[in-house]
Structure formats: C-alpha cells, structure tokens
C-alpha cells in the first residue's frame, strides 16, 4: 500500500483547506484510514479516522466540528476538509492506513502505512 498526501500551503487564520489522500496498491487490505499531524517538538497527534467500508468517523476533539474526513473509494481518496483554520493547526500532516479490524484508529501503532507529510501553515 502507498499512501501520498498533497493539498498543503499557507492560509491565512479563519480560512479553510482541503488534503487528499491518494491511496494505491493492495487497497483490499485496508480497513481504516486516519489523518495525524505533527507540529515543530511535538509528538504525532491524532485528528481523524475513517473506516474503509462502512464509513464510521471518529475526530479528536481539537479538531471536530472544524475538520471533516471523508472517503471516495472509487478513487481510493481520503480527504480531509479543514476549516476555522487557527495558527496552532500549523504542522505536518499525514495520512495512514490500517489492515487492523475494530482497532482503535486514535492510535499511531495502529497503522502500517503511511503518507510522506504534507506542510500546513497557519498564517495570524
């Protein structure tokens, strides 16, 4: 499974920006997909997952109501749709993807694959 995020750049505080997710190879292995980020000396945060086949999502709560993940799995796409965008939201963002059923997809160890990053900056 190879995983590339784009959509990245710089917006100004209160704008919105959308991140894709192009997904390719053995996507049949894939049973949940999640968005992180990581900011300058901070661990790798949680911000959204989606579930391959059914579509549940979960959101940490920095983020819901603000950002919303979605899938096409026609495409094999996953995006995530951010708004309200604050200078704190500047980090790194990637994307994964997990083989694991009924797993918790707040959890790093839970993916095996994922995306190179894609640079979000949040200007004030």
């Known amino acids: 499974v190879q995983l590339q995020a784009y959509g990245g750049g710089l917006v100004q505080a209160g704008g919105s920006m959308r991140l894709s997710c192009a997904v390719s190879?053995?996507?049949?292995?894939?049973?949940?997909m999640g968005w992180f980020r990581q900011a300058p000396g901070k661990e790798r945060e949680f911000l959204a997952a989606i579930e391959w086949s059914y579509g549940q999502t979960d959101y940490a709560g920095s983020v819901r109501g603000r950002f919303t993940i979605s899938k096409d799995n026609a495409k094999n796409t996953v995006d995530l749709q951010m708004s309200s965008l604050k200078p704190e939201d500047t980090a790194v963002y990637y994307c994964a993807a997990s083989p694991n059923r009924n797993s918790d997809y707040r959890m790093r160890h839970t993916y095996d694959w994922w995306g190179q990053g894609t640079q979000v900056t949040v200007s004030s």
């Open positions: 190879g053995r996507t049949s292995n894939i049973l949940g």
